[in-house]
């Protein structure tokens, strides 16, 4: 379970009846666990389709599944296994990362953006959820609609994670270098062009302006792209700017720094050594 899945726990830890953190190697699903009302997906996106079948197994009838990832695919893997009455969308914004020993650092509680899901029992359940995380301090925004959510932060994915994955730099460090930063500037771009593309109206220049701000606020934060790399792990490119190439192509939109981005963060990857 991975930074973002401790912060998670953290923020339930003491909100919830019970708490029932799932690890694919640390923390494997038991046979005789009993269902819980809502699950939380919070993997990266490899371990996506392993998620949605344990998501699918331990969930009650009337509960909720709920991904809380980066990059596109990984709601219509939930509905693929829970159904739609019972998958949500949505984001969470938060610097975070485990050192060596597996302590937690992150940059505060942590700010979520929820979609509901359609279901009337789905709904009662988010609607603990939503309690439960605020109790435990996060700021929690629900959503009728979660996906220019969704979209909005897949822009600063694609503009932060893999410009700062390829030079190493943090988000500050990001921003002071006038070059790098307006390729940011284009990945962001091109995100708002293909979102715009699928139904979710995005400007371009809000585009620019929202990864920078992020950029600004967490300036001292090294991306979840760029931990992997210097951890000698896959990365989420594929998820993030490969996705955004593949869904621009579908949608008649050209989308050629998010695949450049998508080609050059993977000759970073173990697999391509």
Same mark, same amino acid.
């Given at each position: 379970?991975?930074?973002?899945?401790?912060?998670?726990?953290?923020?339930?830890?003491? !909100?919830?009846?019970?708490?029932?953190?799932?690890?694919?190697?640390?923390?494997?699903?038991?046979?005789?666990?009993?269902?819980?009302?809502?699950?939380?997906?919070?993997?990266?996106? #490899?371990?996506?389709?392993?998620?949605?079948?344990?998501?699918?197994?331990?969930?009650? #009838?009337?509960?909720?599944?709920?991904?809380? !990832?980066?990059?596109?695919?990984?709601?219509?893997?939930?509905?693929?296994?829970?159904?739609?009455?019972?998958?949500?969308?949505?984001?969470?914004?938060?610097?975070?990362?485990?050192?060596?020993?597996?302590?937690? #650092?992150?940059?505060?509680?942590?700010?979520?953006?929820?979609?509901?899901?359609?279901?009337?029992?789905?709904?009662?359940?988010?609607?603990?959820?939503?309690?439960?995380?605020?109790?435990?301090?996060?700021?929690?925004?629900?959503?009728?609609?979660?996906?220019? $959510?969704?979209?909005?932060?897949?822009?600063?994915? %694609?503009?932060?994670?893999?410009?700062?994955?390829?030079?190493?730099?943090?988000?500050?460090?990001?921003?002071?270098?006038?070059?790098? $930063?307006?390729?940011?500037?284009? +990945?962001?771009?091109?995100?708002?062009?293909?979102?715009?593309?699928?139904?979710?109206?995005?400007?371009?220049?809000? %585009?620019?302006?929202?990864?920078?701000?992020?950029?600004?606020?967490?300036?001292?934060?090294?991306?979840?792209?760029?931990?992997?790399? !210097?951890?000698?792990?896959?990365?989420?490119?594929?998820?993030?700017?490969?996705?955004?190439?593949?869904?621009?192509?579908?949608?008649?939109?050209?989308?050629? +720094?998010?695949?450049?981005?998508?080609?050059?963060?993977?000759?970073?990857?173990?697999?391509?050594?």
């Amino acid at each position: 379970m991975g930074a973002i899945g401790h912060m998670v726990e953290r923020a339930l830890t003491g !909100q919830v009846t019970r708490l029932v953190p799932i690890d694919r190697t640390k923390a494997p699903l038991r046979a005789d666990e009993e269902t819980v009302d809502v699950a939380v997906v919070c993997v990266k996106t #490899h371990g996506t389709a392993w998620a949605a079948d344990v998501a699918a197994r331990i969930l009650a #009838h009337d509960g909720m599944a709920i991904t809380i !990832q980066n990059g596109l695919g990984n709601y219509e893997a939930l509905v693929s296994t829970v159904g739609d009455e019972r998958a949500a969308v949505g984001v969470i914004y938060v610097g975070a990362r485990l050192d060596e020993q597996g302590e937690l #650092h992150a940059t505060g509680p942590g700010r979520v953006e929820l979609g509901r899901p359609r279901g009337a029992g789905p709904r009662r359940a988010f609607e603990k959820l939503v309690a439960a995380l605020g109790g435990g301090g996060m700021t929690v925004t629900p959503k009728d609609d979660a996906w220019p $959510s969704v979209w909005r932060k897949l822009i600063t994915n %694609a503009a932060v994670n893999p410009t700062t994955a390829l030079f190493g730099y943090t988000n500050a460090e990001l921003l002071a270098d006038t070059a790098t $930063s307006r390729v940011a500037d284009g +990945l962001a771009a091109e995100v708002a062009r293909v979102a715009t593309a699928t139904g979710v109206a995005m400007n371009e220049d809000e %585009a620019r302006g929202w990864w920078r701000e992020m950029a600004a606020l967490t300036g001292a934060n090294r991306s979840s792209m760029l931990q992997d790399v !210097q951890a000698g792990r896959p990365t989420e490119v594929d998820a993030i700017c490969g996705a955004v190439q593949r869904e621009g192509e579908r949608r008649g939109v050209s989308a050629p +720094l998010n695949q450049a981005m998508t080609v050059l963060v993977r000759a970073l990857e173990p697999a391509a050594a």
